[in-house]
């Protein structure tokens, strides 16, 4: 990893039932790592204009995938590339099924608010998500379909979706940043979860300086879809 990145400059760890967001600028890195089975949805904007956000369903069709693992990039609703997967020991994360609500956890593990259970509270990732938007001014509506790290969805031969049992290894994700991106995350439980208790993954967050991305980087070259969305960065920061 030598090649991307530059320095170490700040970790922190969450908690599961979290949530929380920062402004991650162009050019630097965020390292996700998780020892125990753990869900993290994660929201991106512009900060600079924040009716600019992630989209999935781009992000997934100009790539050809159903997944997300290493190579892909992670696209804006204007064709820019808000970041890069560098580097990823897990293979397989979901971005279509979008977040657990308050029913779906008090039907599965029961009602537990933070009133009355303080920090062993139940939190679903849709009310985690609205907490961190309203900081920026943002509601509900501005929602976007959100990545789940650290989830593998698969389908049958009837297209029903399910949640794939991780494995009890650590795993980690190593974002690249291609442009000023606010992050929004929670660590809240992924919609399809069945366990018989509330998942209490805990998730280390490492943050730093990256290199940029060179001409023959994997996630530039890995489609001709990501070169021009390289492009469209490139030409959106000569403009400023």
Request: with cysteine; proline share 4%; glycine share 6%.
């Amino acid at each position: 990893m030598k090649s991307i990145i530059k320095s170490l400059q700040y970790s922190t760890e969450l908690p599961y039932g979290s949530h929380w967001s920062l402004t991650m600028r162009r050019h630097t890195f965020m390292k996700l790592n998780v020892t125990n089975p753990a869900n993290v949805g994660m929201l991106f904007y512009n900060p600079d204009n924040l009716f600019e956000r992630y989209n999935a369903p781009d992000t997934l069709k100009c790539q050809h995938t159903f997944k997300l693992t290493k190579g892909h990039c992670l696209y804006s609703d204007m064709g820019r590339i808000f970041a890069s997967v560098v580097a990823d020991s897990f293979g397989w994360h979901d971005t279509v099924c979008g977040n657990s609500h308050a029913h779906h956890v008090s039907e599965r593990w029961g009602a537990r608010d933070y009133q009355h259970h303080l920090n062993d509270w139940n939190q679903n990732g849709y009310d985690a998500f609205c907490v961190e938007l309203e900081k920026y001014g943002l509601k509900a509506a501005d929602m976007a379909a959100n990545i789940n790290w650290f989830s593998q969805v698969t389908t049958d031969q009837y297209g029903a979706l399910s949640l794939q049992k991780p494995p009890s290894t650590s795993a980690e994700v190593i974002l690249r940043f291609e442009m000023d991106t606010l992050v929004i995350l929670h660590t809240c439980p992924h919609p399809l979860n069945t366990e018989s208790e509330y998942p209490k993954g805990q998730v280390k967050i490492e943050l730093g300086k990256a290199y940029p991305a060179t001409e023959d980087d994997f996630c530039r070259t890995s489609c001709e879809q990501n070169q021009r969305g390289f492009e469209n960065n490139a030409l959106y920061y000569l403009g400023l």
